[in-house]
DNA sequence: GTCTATAAGAGGATAGAC
DNA sequence: GTCTATCCTCTTATAGAC
């Protein structure tokens, strides 16, 4: 067990294997390319993981860890406004569809689709990282207080919410163009505005 | 060429690979199953298609030739209302949905992930699938007419409820339960009545 | 914990007879 | 157009030395 540095090659290995099968996919990234670009040796890979599919599932778990950190933190930081930090969240995976030239989108939604149907596993891990984002979210609605309609169910709109951003980052996805995601918030917003004149 | 039949050795294939490609994916289904499962040699398939990437541009095409008949002329037959078959059509995913466990949903919508980024041409037919079940859905919204708000547009709307089938079947599908999709169409309902209630 | 070497199989694709 | 046989590559995974 080493102590000094716990950035490990375990670590590494699941970094690497993470940016990859962001890019090319569960079934489209190969062990070899994980080894290659970690600058590891199959060995040590087997040595950590079992499988492939148990990679897997630790690359879903670093995904929870990374879920405040990098996208609800910066959102919070950011504004106060809980109705706004909704659509700054939104703007966030629109910055990334940007600046991947809409090659990536939500990691999640990508595998979500690739291995839900062959790995039961590692899916529960995908609604675990569903579940969670919905969590925070509604968390913000719940902030909202009286500026919703009391009879709004706050979880049925978070769900909402996650469902419009996933169908969207699929869109721009397919038309390798941004608009079908900026169309699809300016619906959402819509929407949320008419929620909150219907609440006054 | 063969005269008589016209549901050739070709037809089996294509329709065999759709068939396979839905329950396991692209990268999931092999050469052999497809062979198996449809009766046919190696040869045949080479001799009609130059690959498996050309085999998966045929199954998007023959999507495109189905959208009619087993989507939208059931809807506009069940129905004459608009706005009625908007939600009749989401409804049809619903049963969908629910007939296969949860394990499909939308056949475009899975190979969007999986293929945009690395099949530029199956990715154009999957970009081709969407627009001409948009086109369709924008048509119907053009139909209500008065019942929407004038100045909403119609094109943009319609994406919007592609967005909403497309998340909300993905997370159907990463739960292995129903009730994200129906939590979602309840909202997207309950937008359509307040723009409805808001253009009287 | 990490190395090299390699097993064992599945993958897509082709050649040439019929 | 269809058949059999097979090539070749890439894949995941393991064995055993260090």
Redesign the pocket.
């Known amino acids: 067990?080493?102590v000094a540095n716990e950035q490990?090659?375990?670590d590494r290995i699941i970094e690497t294997a993470r940016q990859l099968f962001l890019t090319r996919g569960f079934a489209g990234?190969?062990?070899?390319?994980i080894l290659k670009e970690a600058g590891?040796?199959?060995?040590?890979l087997?040595?950590?993981f079992?499988?492939?599919?148990e990679l897997l599932v630790a690359v879903l778990d670093q995904y929870k860890g990374l879920l405040r950190p990098i996208l609800i933190d910066p959102v919070e930081a950011a504004t106060n406004d809980p109705i706004g930090r909704v659509f700054a969240l939104l703007e966030s995976y629109r910055g990334f569809l940007l600046e991947t030239g809409c090659r990536m989108g939500c990691p999640i939604g990508n595998l979500a689709l690739e291995i839900s149907d062959t790995h039961d596993e590692a899916r529960d891990r995908v609604r675990e990282n569903f579940d969670a984002w919905c969590a925070c979210v509604e968390g913000w609605l719940v902030d909202a207080g009286d500026r919703l309609p009391n009879d709004l169910d706050r979880a049925e709109l978070a769900r909402f919410v996650l469902t419009v951003m996933e169908g969207a980052q699929m869109q721009a996805k397919a038309n390798k163009k941004i608009k079908a995601y900026e169309a699809s918030i300016t619906q959402l917003r819509h929407y949320f505005e008419m929620l909150e004149s219907r609440a006054k």
């Open positions: 067990m080493k490990t090659t375990r990234t190969g062990i070899a390319a590891v040796r199959s060995g040590s087997y040595y950590f079992k499988s492939k599919d």
